[in-house]
C-alpha cells in the first residue's frame, strides 16, 4: 500500500514562490502517473498538473499560465510541484495522488487511487 505524504507548504508573499513536495512510502511510485491537485475551502478538488510514470509526459492546467511546474525523481520516489508567481487565488489545500492503473497521464480525480493528506499554501496580497 502507497503511503504519500506533502511537505513544503506555508505562508507566503504574492508574488512568492514555494516548491511542494510528495515522498511515496510502502511502495515504489516509479511507474505510476502522479498528479497535484488543490481545493479551496467550499470548492471542489480540481487537477493542477500531471505527470506520467517516467517523466517524459506533463501535463499543466492552462489557467496557470506556465506559473507552475511538475517534475519527479523516481529514485528518490518522490514528485514535486514548483509554484512561481503565486497569486492570493492560489490558496488551497495541495495534495499529490497516484495513478496505478494503466493509464499514461491520469488528468481526472476519479483515476487515482492514492491521495496524500494535504498541505495547505496560503498567500497573503
Known amino acids: 500500500q502507497v503511503q504519500l505524504v506533502e511537505s513544503g507548504g506555508g505562508l507566503v508573499q504574492a508574488g512568492g514562490s514555494l516548491r511542494l513536495s510528495c515522498t511515496a512510502s510502502?511502495?515504489?511510485?516509479?511507474?505510476?502517473?502522479m498528479g497535484w491537485f488543490r481545493q479551496a475551502p467550499g470548492k471542489e478538488r480540481d487537477l493542477v498538473a500531471a505527470i506520467s510514470g517516467s517523466g517524459m509526459g506533463v501535463y499543466h492546467e492552462d489557467s496557470l499560465n506556465d506559473r507552475f511546474t511538475i517534475s519527479r525523481d523516481n529514485v528518490e520516489n518522490r514528485v514535486y510541484l514548483q509554484m512561481n508567481s503565486l497569486k492570493p487565488e492560489d490558496t488551497a489545500v495541495y495534495y499529490c495522488?497516484?495513478?496505478?492503473?494503466?493509464?499514461?497521464?491520469?488528468?481526472?480525480?476519479?483515476?487515482?487511487?492514492?491521495w496524500g493528506q494535504g498541505t495547505q499554501v496560503t498567500v497573503s496580497s
Open positions: 510502502g511502495g515504489t511510485i516509479r511507474n505510476y502517473p
Open positions: 495522488a497516484a495513478h496505478s492503473g494503466p493509464r499514461f497521464l491520469a488528468k481526472v480525480r476519479a483515476d487515482y487511487d492514492y
